[in-house]
């Protein structure tokens, strides 16, 4: 079975430049969740989705970072103007609903985002 | 507020011997915990997680992990460890009660050297 499908894998951009990430989950998981991960901060939860709706997004760090998950299978998480201390890497993870929350998430391989 | 802590930012062991990789948590209710490791370049893949019931929980690669309630831990244990094992070990605990989203720890770096 095809895992979380994240790209670009590596995307190496300038200052002021629009950044788009593209995450696909795995199919039939209800949960969507975008997380950064940095030396500094560890791993940060920025947004996350249940049936394509955003449920948190307290984690998003401001108004330049904006996310959609338009359809069930198609997330994107946007970064205009990206700014140098955007550089780190992007996680998307998916999981099946619980409402209990023992349901594991199944991450992608990430996006490393260099911004010059 | 819910947190969980991993207290060694590196724990080195030697390969075949036994392999401990800390984490206490703080909740409140019934935690769900669950460990996750990630390779060089790689995300984070499920290892396993504690629920309800048995307090030693088997999961992926021979690893396994016992859940202390009156210490409020859930350390991860290998018997005997691999070079393979060397990775980023997170732990993870349910937020609040009835979500999916959960609570990482900041990770222990796992060095196994033959």
């Known amino acids: 079975d095809a895992g979380v499908i994240q790209s670009p894998r590596h995307e190496v951009t300038e200052m002021g430049q629009e950044v788009t990430l593209r995450c696909k989950p795995i199919?039939?998981?209800?949960?969507l969740f975008w997380y950064r991960q940095t030396m500094m901060r560890g791993l940060e939860l920025l947004i996350y989705?249940?049936?394509?709706?955003?449920?948190?997004d307290s984690g998003m760090p401001e108004d330049r970072f904006s996310a959609k998950m338009p359809n069930a299978s198609f997330s994107t998480l946007k970064i205009q103007p990206s700014e140098p201390r955007d550089s780190a890497v992007y996680f998307c993870?998916?999981?099946?609903?619980?409402?209990?929350?023992?349901?594991?998430?199944?991450f992608g391989d990430g996006t490393r985002l260099s911004i010059l | 507020a819910q947190s969980v802590a991993q207290p060694e930012d590196q724990v080195n062991v030697a390969e075949g011997n036994p392999l401990t990789v800390k984490c206490t948590y703080s909740?409140?209710?019934?935690?769900?915990l669950f460990w996750y490791v990630q390779y060089p370049n790689r995300g984070l893949q499920f290892l396993l997680k504690?629920?309800?019931?048995?307090?030693l929980v088997k999961g992926s690669y021979g690893f396994e992990a016992e859940f202390n309630k009156s210490q409020t831990s859930f350390h991860l244990k290998k018997p005997s460890a691999l070079v393979s094992d060397s990775a980023l070990y997170f732990c993870?605990?349910?937020?609040?009660?009835?979500?999916?989203?959960?609570?990482f720890g900041t990770g222990t770096r796992l060095q196994v050297f033959p």
């Open positions: 989705f249940n049936n394509n709706v955003p449920i948190d």
């Open positions: 909740v409140s209710g019934n935690p769900y």
């Open positions: 993870a998916s999981s099946r609903m619980s409402g209990q929350g023992n349901q594991p998430q199944h």
């Open positions: 993870a605990v349910r937020a609040v009660y009835n979500t999916d989203k959960l609570i």
């Open positions: 504690y629920i309800t019931g048995d307090n």
């Open positions: 199919s039939g998981h209800d949960y």
